[in-house]
Structure formats: C-alpha cells, structure tokens
C-alpha cells in the first residue's frame, strides 16, 4: 500500500485526508501488485448520470442498513480523461459516515480510497455482516493491521 501511496504522491494525484485518503495509480493493468479482490460491481454509467452498489444488510427493525454504499457519477469524458467523483457512505448502528471525491482519471488510470472500513468499524454488528466485502473481518492480516481496505475504481471504456 506505501508503493501505492508514494507513487500517487509524487505525481501529485494524492490526498490524504483525516478518516481516509485517495489517490490515483497510471497505467493501472500494466500493474503486478498483488492484491485480494473482495467484492467486484460492474457498474454501466453514461456521462451525466450515476450508479450505487451496496454491501451489506438491513438492521433487525429494517430502518437501516449496516454496510457500505458506494454512489460513482460520471459527469463527462472528455480528451481521454473521465471526470466523476465518488461517495462511499458507512452505515451502522453507531452512526453513518461519508467519504466524498471528484476525480480527473486519465484512461487507463485507477482510482483508490483507503480507510472507508477499518478494523475498529461494525463493532456491534459484525456478526450480522457476512458477505461480501465484509469477510476481511476474518482476515488475521487485516484485523492486525498488516493489510488494508482499499476500494479501487478502475473504469473499462466502451
């Protein structure tokens, strides 16, 4: 993950904010990074619109859900570079909390978001959590912090 953050950085395309940071990796396929994938959504977004995935499940009164939503608009593509801007929304009995970002992808590129679910999220509800993405709640690495949640969004272009 340091490799990732430090490349992002140096070409200016890092931000790291207090709960969670984001950057942008070049010539992302090209990539031999070794990483688990967890869930995979295959969103079709026009120019001007969105699309959300969601993750998770309805509380036992079914008034919330306990997850994580991910809402990604697309707002133009223009001279090889998609411009959208991304929301992952945390929900649980404890609260909710939003990750907002725009971002200005170059084709080929890939977006990441770092620290959207960390091992202290879900205290309460993780046994209710069994899905997909949420088995990193049974990863050692994870829960000792060697690895980390990483939500990439690597568009495909038609």
Do not use: H
């Not at 967890?38 to 306990?66: P, Y």
């Amino acid at each position: 993950m340091s490799q990732w953050v430090n490349e992002s950085n140096s070409t200016g395309l890092y931000q790291s904010l207090p709960e969670y940071a984001v950057g942008i990796l070049n010539d992302f396929k090209k990539r031999n990074d070794k990483f688990q994938t967890l869930k995979s959504a295959d969103l079709k977004i026009q120019a001007g619109k969105s699309a959300s995935d969601v993750s998770g499940v309805m509380s036992d009164d079914n008034t919330q859900l306990l997850g994580l939503t991910v809402n990604v608009e697309l707002k133009s593509f223009e001279n090889e570079i998609l411009l959208g801007s991304i929301l992952v929304n945390k929900s649980g009995s404890q609260g909710s909390e939003g990750y907002p970002s725009e971002f200005e992808l170059p084709k080929g590129s890939a977006f990441f978001l770092i620290g959207a679910l960390k091992v202290e999220n879900f205290q309460t509800d993780k046994n209710k959590l069994t899905g997909p993405p949420f088995q990193i709640f049974k990863s050692q690495d994870f829960m000792t912090r060697k690895t980390e949640f990483v939500i990439i969004l690597e568009p495909v272009y038609k």
